[in-house]
């Protein structure tokens, strides 16, 4: 299967600990993004990549999340000092640069903070 | 700014019925409009989508949906429910702002459909 693909697709940890989350996208699509998704609600967009570049980070990515693509393949979003209202569903998505919006998303690492 | 609404957070039909899922939108821009499904413990899954071309447009595994620009609507309808379309769907607006080279893509809180046997 030539999918998205996120690791680990479960992650439990304790408040205050760091977690960092992998995402290896479809391999010719260059465009890869984050979102963030909590029950009862729509993914949010977090970042978005093209190629390593990050070209986009939304108010909601505070300064403890970091993410990174260096290069230009996968990706890993990192957390730091993790809070409970960290608890969420991640997801990653990649498309190719000439179909913007038209993103193929992985699975999502399920993030509980306890 | 762009926002979308989805005006049923569950709904629950019969195998074998209709199936209408609505949504509505707001923006500024001349947007693109999406339908996704997300299958429980599997990742989202484009269903279709409308980009300015034919306002009906033909998605996967039967579905449809119209653009209605005097409506400010996208709604997704089936003519006939099957137990493997329970699942969630989203609706999902996308503006390009192509002279700050950016894009906006906002996701409805999406529909949760229940198919009874």
């Known amino acids: 299967d030539t999918g998205v693909s996120q690791d680990p697709r479960h992650k439990i940890t304790k408040r205050g600990q760091n977690v960092t989350f992998r995402c290896d996208p479809i391999s010719e699509h260059n465009r890869l993004y984050w979102y963030r998704q909590t029950l009862g609600q729509g993914p949010e967009f977090l970042t978005y990549?093209?190629?390593?570049?990050?070209?986009?980070k939304s108010r909601l990515l505070s300064d403890r999340f970091s993410a990174e693509r260096p290069k230009g393949s996968f990706s890993t979003l990192e957390i730091q000092r993790t809070e409970q209202g960290d608890s969420a569903m991640y997801l990653c998505?990649?498309?190719?640069?000439?179909?913007?919006?038209?993103?193929?998303f992985g699975p999502g690492t399920r993030l509980t903070v306890t | 700014a762009q926002s979308v609404t989805q005006l049923d957070s569950h709904v629950s039909v019969s195998e074998g019925t209709p199936v209408l899922l609505r949504c509505n939108y707001s923006s500024s821009y001349s947007p693109s409009l999406f339908w996704y499904v997300q299958h429980p413990n599997k990742g989202l899954q484009l269903l279709l989508k409308?980009?300015?071309?034919?306002?009906l447009v033909k998605g996967i595994n039967g579905f449809e949906a119209e653009f209605k620009k005097s409506e400010t609507s996208f709604h997704l309808t089936k003519p006939s429910a099957h137990m493997s379309d329970a699942a969630e769907y989203f609706c999902?607006?996308?503006?390009?702002?192509?002279?700050?080279?950016?894009?906006?893509?906002?996701f409805g809180k999406g529909t949760k459909l229940s198919v009874i046997p």
């Open positions: 998505a990649s498309s190719p640069g000439t179909h913007e919006a038209e993103q193929y």
């Open positions: 999902v607006v996308y503006t390009l702002y192509s002279g700050a080279g950016s894009y906006q893509l906002t």
């Open positions: 990549f093209q190629n390593e570049a990050q070209l986009e």
């Open positions: 409308y980009t300015s071309a034919a306002t």
